[in-house]
């Protein structure tokens, strides 16, 4: 069975750091593309960042490049997100999703880390 | 960006209604479409990808479409369970973008 297991959420000040993970189990986490989703209480869903397998293309969305990076550890079978300079803005519920080979489809995702941004 | 258009933002039907939730690609897409189901407190589901394609589990009453930019998807006999959230997500490009949503109720 496919599990993501997101961690690393709580309340943190405007500006200062916190590092997400994402660990995976049920299937080769080192064959698959990784996405991190959020979405802010009561709002809809935002695609944040991608990461290949290999960790060679890496994409992120516009409101948070430049602040966020995406890795991964192949061999701890875990994708992280570090986000710096945070912003009120950036509290959501963030998921990680497991990128799919047919259309890019994101078939299974984890049940979500909260983050606050508040001072 | 590719802007992903939902419609409607929210709507009632009764039990046993034919509801249909439509999304339109503001680029050319392909078939790179798929649809969430989110319920209050849970994680989204994927119901329908690469446009038609029905995912693993889901009851058949549900189905999606395609007409040029216009993206539906359908379910064909409304049940109390299918009350919740409904976006639409275009995967063809980074970023890749969802629709802001449908709330479906049951009157």
């Known amino acids: 069975e496919v599990q993501l297991v997101e961690s690393g959420g709580g309340l943190v000040q405007p500006g200062r750091s916190l590092k997400l993970s994402c660990v995976a189990s049920g299937f080769t986490f080192s064959n698959y593309g990784m996405n991190w989703i959020r979405q802010a209480p009561g709002k809809g869903l935002e695609w944040v960042a991608y990461i290949s397998s290999g960790s060679s293309y890496i994409y992120y969305a516009e409101t948070v490049k430049g602040r966020f990076t995406i890795s991964r550890d192949n061999a701890k079978n875990t994708l992280y997100l570090q986000m710096t300079s945070l912003r009120s803005e950036d509290t959501a519920l963030y998921y990680c999703a497991r990128h799919e080979v047919y259309y890019g489809s994101l078939a299974y995702w984890g049940q979500g880390t909260l983050v606050t941004v508040s001072s | ?107």
């Open chain 2, 1 to 107: 960006d590719i802007q992903m258009t939902q419609s409607p933002s929210s709507m009632s039907a009764s039990l046993g209604d034919r509801v249909t939730i439509t999304c339109r690609a503001s680029q050319d897409i392909g078939n790179y479409l798929s649809w969430f189901q989110q319920k209050p407190g849970k994680s989204p589901r994927r119901m329908i990808y690469g446009a038609t394609n029905l995912a693993a589990g889901v009851p058949s009453r549900f189905s999606g479409s395609r007409s040029g930019s216009d993206y539906s998807l359908t379910i064909s006999s409304l049940e109390s369970e299918d009350m919740a959230i409904y976006y639409c997500l275009q995967s063809i490009q980074y970023p890749f973008t969802f629709g802001s949503g449908t709330k479906l109720e049951i009157k």
